[in-house]
């Protein structure tokens, strides 16, 4: 008797628990693929914050005072100011040191640099970054290119290898960076440099005869051209971010690397299809939050519904069926990303935390323009 009472009470509670994901489900999907009405709230600056939590404070306390130094020194020892003193004299392969992306590190230390600059000014801080923007400065090259790696190891491989080399991504970096210093001490000693450095990007790659085709392996210029645009008023920079996202999809990367598109599978860099036709999550966690953070910040200035309806249309399946209780994202060390919906293991569990500082980028942005507290 009591067996076929808890039997007959699982039994409803599981009918109850699919009806209620169907009807959930359905509203998702009726709110992903409907217009929403867009309030396009504008966030506090966070100059205007003041934390005072006896949690909080410490630890930003503990940034400002000790972990923005360390984390500009341990960039000097590992060589990512070395490497664009290099770059200012030409080639020398030998004595780089690091990944081809080590530029990117650099320039993201001096954005929290910068942060940190507008709430809690020092000299000493404001020096130093000058000091590290002088060498960035005679690194550039006199057509505005900037990257060490393919100044002093490959100069020959400009621009070959987009999916993998990361060049637009170190590039992206540097915009941040420079606007965050910009609007942190009102210099343009690092704008000036991030601005001739994104005009000469926008003459290499566009819809125009001349121009190349193309887009990021790793997604993140997309959002920075935008900051960048928001900080000059210049529109070829808006030009240039939606140039990248409304051609994600196009399998330029099969004809990049020569592959046939029979054996083609572009779901690790968001190569799988158009842009606006994309249905869920897929690939590695950084590059697909980095890129749906572009697509939101492009769609709601460029008014093209039909990718904020993709942004909200992916945001649904990875919020409903790919993130851990824990709010992380990306479950597979195998592509430091997704697998397929509800794999979420505990003990193999990646969460990349890049790809959960990613989530808030876009959680964020996607807060700002709907104003809805999911």
């Known amino acids: 008797m009591k067996n076929k009472f808890f039997r007959k009470t699982y039994q409803i509670g599981l009918i109850a628990l699919l009806c209620g994901i169907a009807l959930e489900s359905s509203a998702l999907a009726a709110d992903s693929d409907s217009l929403r009405k867009e309030l396009r709230l504008q966030a506090v600056p966070f100059t205007q914050v003041e934390i005072t939590s006896s949690f909080w404070g410490p630890k930003r306390d503990t940034n400002r005072l000790s972990s923005i130094a360390a984390n500009l020194e341990n960039l000097e020892k590992a060589g990512n100011i070395s490497n664009l003193k290099l770059a200012a004299k030409g080639k020398d392969p030998e004595h780089y040191k690091g990944p081809l992306f080590m530029d990117s590190d650099l320039y993201k230390g001096m954005e929290a640099a910068a942060y940190t600059l507008a709430t809690d000014y020092t000299p000493e801080l404001d020096a130093e970054l000058d000091r590290i923007i002088d060498v960035i400065a005679h690194a550039q090259g006199e057509d505005g290119y900037i ?11 400009r621009w070959t290898n987009l999916r993998d080399a990361h ?170 990303g997704f697998t397929e919906d509800y794999d979420l293991p505990n003990v193999s569990a990646y969460q990349e935390t890049c790809a959960s500082v990613a989530m808030i980028l876009l959680n964020h942005r996607l807060g700002l323009l709907y104003g809805d507290t999911k």
């Open 147 to 157: 990257n060490s790696y393919f100044t002093v190891v490959y100069p020959e491989r």
């Open 167 to 336: 060049e637009l991504y170190c590039a992206g970096h540097m915009f941040e960076a420079a606007v965050a210093h910009y609007q942190a001490t009102g210099k343009k000693n690092f704008l000036n440099i991030a601005t001739k450095f994104a005009d000469y990007i926008d003459s290499v790659f566009g819809d125009e005869p001349g121009k190349r085709a193309g887009y990021p392996g790793h997604p993140e210029i997309e959002l920075a051209l935008m900051k960048l645009w928001q900080a000059t008023g210049n529109d070829r920079y808006l030009k240039l971010a939606n140039f990248f996202v409304i051609h994600r999809g196009e399998k330029f990367y099969a004809k990049e690397h020569n592959i046939p598109l029979d054996k083609y599978t572009g779901d690790y860099h968001q190569d799988m299809y158009p842009i606006c036709d994309t249905k869920t999550i897929m690939g590695h966690a950084v590059r697909a939050a980095y890129l749906l953070s572009g697509c939101t910040d492009v769609g709601r200035e460029t008014h093209n519904e039909d990718l904020l309806r993709m942004v909200r249309r992916v945001w649904n399946n990875t919020v409903y069926k790919n993130l851990y209780i824990t709010g992380g994202i990306g479950p597979s060390a195998h592509n430091e």
